[in-house]
């Protein structure tokens, strides 16, 4: 349950399996990259989603996922996973985001990871981006608002429906606040402009 990861989605078209970043510390280079998920990856994500999810199952909107087996995004330091992003594809052509996590708090990798999935969603049509998180998490509402998600929906009970499936799932959150109710948040996407339009 929930998103745990700034101004308007920029137009850009991120660039995958590139360099995102250069940090020095202590005297040593840091390269930072990220990447689409590979099924070479998929049991090192699998591992990483389950020590942040407390399982390897996530519950949204009241169905089951196990997000390792979903595509995705990752983002490494110096070879080492340090972000997760996790999405589902809807028959109706919607992406869900399912897992957004980064290790390294402030360093910019959800963003960077945000933006990789917003560019693929354009690229597959997708006419929409949606999401939940609970309603302890201000700091991932704050987020995603400032992606250009809004808030469209109030579920009113999900979490403790949710819990019932995943007992792992936690009665309080964010400043000890009890977490009870999903929040929906959607983006919608515009297509690319066709250069050859007139």
């Known amino acids: ?25 202590a005297g040593k280079l840091l390269i930072m ?26 519950v949204n909107r009241g169905r089951s996922y196990y997000p390792h087996e979903e595509p995705g995004f990752l983002a490494r330091r110096d070879g080492q996973l ?35 999935v917003i560019h693929k969603a354009r690229q597959l049509g997708c006419p929409r981006i949606g999401l939940a998180t609970t309603n302890d ?17 109030i579920r ?12 792992q799932i936690p009665m309080t959150g964010e400043r000890g606040v009890p977490m009870h109710d999903e929040v929906i948040m959607e983006l919608e996407l515009k297509p690319f402009l066709d250069p050859e339009s007139p």
């Open 82 to 116: 340090v972000g997760v992003l996790t999405y589902h594809i809807h028959d109706d052509g919607a992406m869900e985001l399912l897992t957004l996590n980064s290790t390294l708090e402030g360093a910019g990798i959800g963003f960077a990871l945000m933006l990789d």
């Open 156 to 167: 009113r009970g999900a979490v403790d429906a949710a819990r019932k499936i995943k007992p």
């Open 1 to 25: 349950m929930g998103h745990h990861a700034w101004w308007a989605v920029p137009t850009l078209r991120a660039t995958l399996n590139s360099t995102f970043a250069i940090a020095r510390r």
């Open 33 to 58: 990259s990220r990447s689409p998920i590979t099924d070479a990856d998929r049991e090192e994500v699998a591992e990483f989603i389950e020590r942040h999810w407390h399982s390897r199952l996530v």
């Open 137 to 153: 998490n201000l700091h991932a509402i704050g987020f995603y608002q400032r992606l250009g998600f809004h808030m469209t929906e």
